[in-house]
């Protein structure tokens, strides 16, 4: 038996498709094409994979004279690999599906939250105030502090809902049954044009929500103003909100298929910028309240956001390029 009949054999032994080997060696199908209609034969390093993959020895693979299988001592390719059947897939998308939407209030919760805040801090400064300094500061806080009791449980539900998955979101091995790529890729496919409609919007929505607040604050009347500012946020935060609806939907279809961010390649990248992420958005959150505090200037302090919205792509891009740096050495 030569060697094409053999990668043949095993391929189908463990149900996958020629997609799905070529996946697994990161090839082409049409590589696998070649390899199994013996236009080609695989280099060193692919047997080797191939040879792990199937759990079969070099020997096997590499002589013709050799029928039967022979075994590695290592029996972990079938033990410890999670495999992921069609119903589970499936049950996984939709799940994420709806936590995506609870996800998406939770944070439009928490961008949110200042709001009432801002708007009677600023009418508390007006000469015919309605409402005094100590009146604002006690409900603002009130408010900030029930939309983040409102907020946190949600985040912890959407966390124990995700704990059957987290194999997934960690460098633990799985495999996707037979069909299942296919299936999966074909759902992608079908979101990708709602996936890129909801980003536009979400992109307009974001920068445009300053509009009103740039155009009334040459109006000079604060209470025009506090109140722009507040629609600012709310809008701000629809945009985010529907970032994260389709951001967790299509992410739950790569991390299925280890594309974009999911792949292999992407790995380090993400961990990085994961990172600095967390860091970067902390800080940023943390020089706005100390201006906005010991200035009390919130009409201007939303800016710290605005010019972090766009470095923020730098820092990405920053990030990239140290992940790559360090994986070349």
Known sequence: MILADKIIRLRKKKGWSQEELADKVNVSRQAVSKWEGAQTIPD???????????????????????????????????????????????TYIEERKKVSWLIA??????????????????LSELADAIVTETTANAVGFAVIFAFALCAIPIHIYCGF?????????????????YGVRGIVTEKQN??????????????????????????????????LVSVALGVLMIIAGIGVGMFIVVGVRNASMQKLLREGEFSEKEKKRTGIKEVVCGCYWCVLTAIYLAWSFLTNHWHISWLVFAIGGVLFPIVMCICNLIADKQKKD
Not at 105 to 122: E, N, Q, R
């Open 190 to 223: 079908a979101f990708k044009k709602i996936y890129i409609t909801c980003n536009i919007i979400a992109t307009c929505l974001c920068i445009f929500s300053a509009v009103p607040l740039v155009l009334l604050s040459f109006s000079g009347n604060e209470i």
């Open 44 to 90: 060193l390093d692919k047997i080797l994979q191939l040879s792990a993959l199937f759990g079969v020895t070099t020997d096997y693979l590499l002589k013709d004279e050799i029928e039967d299988e022979e075994l590695t001592n290592d029996a972990s390719f079938d033990t410890t690999v999670k495999r992921i059947s069609i119903e589970e897939a499936n």
């Open 105 to 122: 209030l939770a944070t439009f919760l928490w961008i949110v939250s200042p709001v009432t805040l801002i708007v009677l801090s600023m």
């Open 161 to 177: 809902k995700n704990q059957p998955y987290e194999f997934l979101d960690k460098n633990i091995p799985f495999e996707l049954e």
